[in-house]
Every structure is written in structure tokens, then in C-alpha cells.
């Protein structure tokens, strides 16, 4: 059965800063590329960062870039999201997904291409 669990969400105010969690399992971790997402109240799904199955390549939305840094660690098939100088335009359920493909070159943006799904955690930045 596959898993992801999102943890570290919560209410923070602006400028604060949060690490969210993914743990995985149920599947071939280290060999699925790994990305973000977020869903405001009313608003699409959208890309917020993703990491190569083997980290040498990652990738962020515009907004994000330079506060926001994907890790993970496949010794313990976890995701990480560190997400500083949060704003209120960050607030949103963040989830993490894994890539349909394994060994992927490349990180895509595109929802579609992530086969697996975390349930989601809230994450919401008082002005």
C-alpha cells in the first residue's frame, strides 16, 4: 500500500519560517522524483518545487525561489519542504506527490506526471 504523509504544517505569522515533511512508503522512493504542490482556498493546484530521485536537480515556481528549499533523504524515504520568509500569499494545503516514472531526468511541473499522492497539510501565514 502506498503512503505519503505530509506533517509540519500549522499557522505561522509572515516572515516565519516552517519545514514540512513527506514520508513515503509503498514505493521506490529513491527512485521517484519528488515535488511540492499547494491549493489555495478557491484557486488551482500548483507546482512548488520538486527534487530529482537522485538530487542533482531541482526545480521552484517563480514565487518561491530563493525562500523556499527542497531536501530529501532516502535513507528514511522522506521529503522535506523548508519554506522561510513565509507570506500570506503562501497560505495553502501543501502536498507532496511522487512521479509516476522512476529514474525521471527531469522534474516536472505538471501534476499529471505524479502518480502518488499525500492527503495534504494546511499551512496558513498571518500578515
Known amino acids: 500500500q502506498v503512503q505519503l504523509v505530509e506533517s509540519g504544517g500549522g499557522l505561522v505569522q509572515a516572515g516565519d519560517s516552517l519545514r514540512l515533511s513527506c514520508a513515503a512508503s509503498?514505493?521506490?522512493?529513491?527512485?521517484?522524483?519528488m515535488g511540492w504542490f499547494r491549493q489555495a482556498s478557491g484557486k488551482e493546484r500548483e507546482f512548488v518545487g520538486g527534487?530529482?530521485?537522485?538530487?542533482?536537480?531541482?526545480s521552484y515556481t517563480d514565487s518561491v525561489k530563493g525562500r523556499f528549499t527542497i531536501s530529501r533523504d532516502n535513507a528514511k524515504n522522506t521529503v522535506y519542504l523548508q519554506m522561510n520568509s513565509l507570506k500570506p500569499e503562501d497560505t495553502a494545503v501543501y502536498y507532496c506527490?511522487?512521479?509516476?516514472?522512476?529514474?525521471?531526468?527531469?522534474?516536472?511541473?505538471?501534476?499529471?506526471?505524479?502518480?502518488?499522492w499525500g492527503q495534504g497539510t494546511q499551512v496558513t501565514v498571518s500578515s
Open positions: 509503498g514505493i521506490s522512493f529513491s527512485s521517484r522524483t
Open positions: 527534487l530529482r530521485w537522485n538530487g542533482g536537480l531541482t
Open positions: 506527490a511522487a512521479m509516476g516514472v522512476i529514474v525521471s531526468r527531469f522534474v516536472s511541473s505538471d501534476p499529471n506526471e505524479y502518480e502518488y
